[in-house]
Each structure stands twice: as structure tokens, then as C-alpha cells.
């Protein structure tokens, strides 16, 4: 049992180049998330996801794209990387909200990824 | 909007002392987690709090949750170098049936030997 794994752990890019990040859970988790951290500014949700299929934004998602296209997995796409996306980016995994006495999230270990 | 503060932001302490970090949150909700983080690391759940009064321990650390308030405190007892690491909360909110989490910024407590 993996918990949530995430792939590249680093990345270097130049500006405006792309990449994908890869977010994948053995929990049969529903929902899935996509946090930025930043020096002093704690976790900034990028985009989330309620189930296979769905997306959602979250308080930062200008510059980010993301897909949910099977259950266990959930990619962040950068399509044209920039210095200001320069950050530790954490992805995480809950079970559904409703009906549950809690949702603890569990969170992957974090891709460091510096844009020049 | 949901606004989750913590204070203070960074405690220096040292060893064998007594401290409590604050987290305040702006709309109700009566589901509160905390986090730890080491340094380079990622976030390791530590209490989960679920209605209001409500109390965990976990050795030197106990977290506690006033609804009415919107506060929740940890509280540090006889700090080791062990407990050195940055500490969140997490707010639960509930929009349209879709449930999300807003982070504080954190506190990064250093023990000191």
C-alpha cells in the first residue's frame, strides 16, 4: 500500500516550457487535490477533484491545468511554465465528504520544481 | 471567504517550557485537522478534531477545537527538540456539497536545546 505517490520528485524548467506532474493513490480515495506551498504563505489549493471525470478550481489555479480521467489518478499540467510557478507542489487524496464523520487528507510526498 | 490565521508564525522555545499556537478561522465549520511538517518533508496528519470541546493528546502535544469560538489551540507541553518542525491547521468547509480545506500558514517552532 503506496498511500499517494507523486512523480518527478524535482524539476528544472525554463520559461515557458511545459510538464505534467503526476499524482497517483492506492486508497480508492474520491477526492483529490492539488496544493502549491510557498515560503510563509502555508498550502494554497491549485485545483481539486470530487471523482473520476470531475475538476474543479481552487484559490490559485490561473496558469494550471488538471485531468482526473481514472479514479486513482490526477495530473497538473503546466502549458507554459513561468518563474512565478517556481514552488513545492503537494498533491493529496480524502475519501468522499459526505456521509463520513471526517475526511483526512493524506498527502504525497511533493514535487520541487523551479522555473528559470 | 474562509480565512484561516495561525499565530504566531515562527516560536523559538526552549526545552521543558509550555506553549500553545493558535489557529483562527472565519466561518463555521466543525471540522478542524492539524499537520506537521519537517523540513524538505511532506505533511504527516496528527489530530483530527470534530465537534465543538473537542480534546486529543498525543504525548507533549494536545489539540483542542471551540466551535463557537472558531478557535483551535495545540499546546506544547515540556517541549523536546523532537517537536521542531512547522505545524498547520485545516478548516473543512462545506460549499454546494463539495468539501475543501483552507490551510494556515503555519508555525515553525524551534526547540531549543
Known amino acids: 500500500n503506496a498511500g499517494v505517490t507523486q512523480t518527478p520528485k524535482f524539476r528544472v524548467l525554463k520559461t515557458g516550457q511545459s510538464m505534467t506532474l503526476l499524482c497517483a493513490q492506492d486508497?480508492?480515495?474520491?477526492?483529490m487535490y492539488w496544493y502549491r506551498q510557498d515560503p510563509g504563505m502555508g498550502l494554497r489549493l491549485i485545483h481539486y477533484?470530487?471523482?473520476?471525470?470531475?475538476?474543479a478550481k481552487g484559490e490559485v489555479p490561473d496558469g494550471y491545468n488538471v485531468s482526473r480521467l481514472k479514479k486513482q489518478n490526477f495530473l497538473l499540467g503546466l502549458e507554459s511554465a513561468a518563474p512565478s510557478q517556481t514552488s513545492v507542489y503537494f498533491c493529496a487524496s480524502s475519501y468522499s465528504g459526505s456521509g463520513r464523520a471526517y475526511n483526512e487528507q493524506f498527502f504525497g510526498p511533493g514535487t520541487r520544481l523551479t522555473v528559470l | 471567504e474562509l480565512k484561516v490565521e495561525q499565530n504566531p508564525l515562527f516560536l523559538s522555545m526552549q526545552e521543558g517550557k509550555n506553549y500553545t499556537i493558535y489557529c483562527n478561522y472565519s466561518?463555521?465549520?466543525?471540522?478542524l485537522y492539524w499537520y506537521r511538517q519537517d523540513p524538505g518533508k511532506s505533511l504527516e496528519s496528527l489530530f483530527v478534531?470534530?465537534?465543538?470541546?473537542a480534546v486529543k493528546q498525543e504525548g507533549r502535544l494536545m489539540a483542542s477545537l471551540d466551535t463557537k469560538a472558531r478557535l483551535s489551540t495545540l499546546h506544547i507541553t515540556a517541549a523536546v527538540h523532537d517537536l521542531s518542525a512547522t505545524y498547520f491547521c485545516?478548516?473543512?468547509?462545506?460549499?454546494?456539497?463539495?468539501?475543501?480545506?483552507?490551510f494556515g500558514t503555519g508555525t515553525r517552532l524551534k526547540v531549543l536545546a
Open positions: 477533484s470530487v471523482g473520476e471525470g470531475t475538476t
Open positions: 486508497m480508492n480515495h474520491e477526492y
Open positions: 485545516a478548516v473543512e468547509a462545506s460549499t454546494s456539497g463539495t468539501y475543501k480545506y483552507i
Open positions: 466561518t463555521t465549520s466543525d471540522r
Open positions: 478534531l470534530l465537534s465543538n470541546g
